[in-house]
């Protein structure tokens, strides 16, 4: 209107857009997962409204759900969390667009169970060769997770690849007569979850000795009566056990009934002067208990004592 009588004119109009009022969305509340492993992913299970679409979102995670952190890079209405070791809290905030405000979430919880712990396997053993072995078993039981476990018993020949053994699920194992060193383990499962970590117990060694073996000793020998044969020995000596041995050593006059000659524990044995023909062995005994073996016996053949004859 003009102050001086001029008229009234009409500008043209404009329009104030008020957008709906701006409602935040939610996110599903809470998961379960097993210590190390990887979370469902979080989503916007019912999308903001109003305000100015579309909209941005600002996604942060706390430890203690008071001090949260904004993970950066994830613009989306989901998020998947990494590998998680400790319960976490997740929210998003939904922003609005033209300055129509930003509005939070609810909050996620993602409770991370404490780490199953295996717990420890009785207990390494020495056994002589195709012998009965003793039952392993835990001494120390499993716990974490939610407290419920599998079990599996491994065996390995050479500690680094392993395979399960048929029927064997419970926390004792019984090897029976073994001929070879094995070693064992536990491996410990989570029934919680499928993607629960597998955890394995100590690793135990069964060690088998070889079998006891007696040795040879030397060879036959021819002596002249009442002399000194040569001393006893082994040419290939005892093997197996755990290489500690006990000597007895034994004569015969007719390779069949055998007596012990006393305070022979000894590797080399030094007959006396022999007035007629003698055998010998010797007999091995394992000192860890796996046995005793008797070698091949020898022969000392003594010759009739020389007769001068007699002079007409």
Partial sequence: TS???CGTLETSSLMINVYEEFITGSINATD???YDTDAN?????????????PYSYEWTYSNDNINWT?????NSPSYNPSLLTDTTYYKVNYISNSGCGQLSSNISQVIVL???VAGNIENDQFLCYDSLSTPIYMDTLSYGGDNNFSYQWELSSNGNIWSEILGADSTMYSPGFMNLSTFYRLKVAST???NCL????NIIDIHVYDPLASGEINSNQDICFNTQPDSLSFTLLPSGADGNYTYLWQESVNNTNWSDIPSSDIIVYQPPALDSTRYYRSLVTSDFGCGTLETSSLMINVNNDLNPGILN
């Fill in 41 to 53: 992913i979080i989503n916007t299970i019912i999308s903001p409204s109003g305000g100015n679409n």
């Fill in 3 to 5: 102050d001086f009588g």
């Fill in 32 to 34: 379960t997962i097993c």
């Fill in 70 to 74: 904004i993970i950066a890079g994830n």
């Fill in 198 to 201: 597998n955890r394995y117990s």
């Fill in 192 to 194: 919680y979850n499928a």
């Fill in 114 to 116: 404490p780490i199953v």
